[in-house]
């Protein structure tokens, strides 16, 4: 299995939109992709999910190509509680495969 | 308030005892699964459930077991735990497709 990835870390300023991609060669053909934030000795918590083209919801949008091959969190005008690691994870065949995460750091 | 809960949340043990480490969710999920992070190696499913007395494996499953006898519960069991299974453990649920929405607070486990 090709391993989902990430980019490993990511800088920002409070205010700005942040744009986290995820690639994702192998996805399978029914499953959903979906993104989570996790911060240091907690559990992931949920983000957005969506199957194609774009969904968006209260925190997050996230875009998603026709090929489904990849996809792109974006987080609005991130502030300094938004510094966290990112996670997407997708369905290849039977198993649920993670990224490798990505290390956001908003700066004042 | 929905939650998934685990415990114990720490947990420190040895080589060979058997040890369980309990989940419950108050959501009335059908779908609930095992995960554990590592250092490098990320997130990985152990186990999953779709429903009572249905469960499956996931990406690592070796060395553990999981039972669903009723829809709230899930436990994982470590028959004879080893060094290598040390690892922060999360259990989740979810009401409709199988990428977990409610994750537990996390069983930090270390084996001697």
């Known amino acids: 299995l090709a391993k989902t990835t990430q980019p490993i870390s990511m800088d920002s300023y409070e205010g700005q939109e942040v744009n986290i991609t995820c690639s994702h060669n192998n996805i399978a053909t029914n499953d959903y992709i979906t993104w989570y934030q996790q911060f240091p000795s907690q559990g992931p918590r949920f983000i957005i999910q969506g199957y194609k083209t774009k969904v968006t919801n209260e925190v997050a949008s996230l875009f998603i190509p026709a090929d489904r091959k990849s996809s792109t969190l974006s987080l609005p005008r991130v502030s300094l509680s938004d510094t966290a690691v990112y996670y997407c994870?997708?369905?290849?065949?039977?198993?649920?495969?993670f990224g490798t995460g990505t290390r956001l750091q908003v700066f004042p | 308030e929905a939650q998934v809960t685990q415990n114990p949340r720490y947990l420190i043990t040895v080589t060979g005892k058997k040890l369980t480490v309990t989940c419950s969710q108050n959501m009335n999920h059908e779908y609930m699964s095992w995960y554990r992070q590592d250092p490098g190696l990320g997130l990985r499913q152990i186990y999953y459930s779709m429903n009572v007395e249905v469960t499956d494996k996931g990406d690592v499953p070796e060395g553990y077991k999981v039972s669903r006898k009723e829809k709230r519960n899930f436990p994982l069991i470590l028959e004879s735990p080893s060094p290598n299974q040390t690892s922060l453990y999360f259990c989740a649920s979810t009401p409709r497709s199988r990428s977990p929405e409610y994750f537990g607070p996390g069983t930090r486990l270390t084996v001697l």
């Open positions: 994870l997708v369905g290849e065949a039977d198993k649920l495969i």
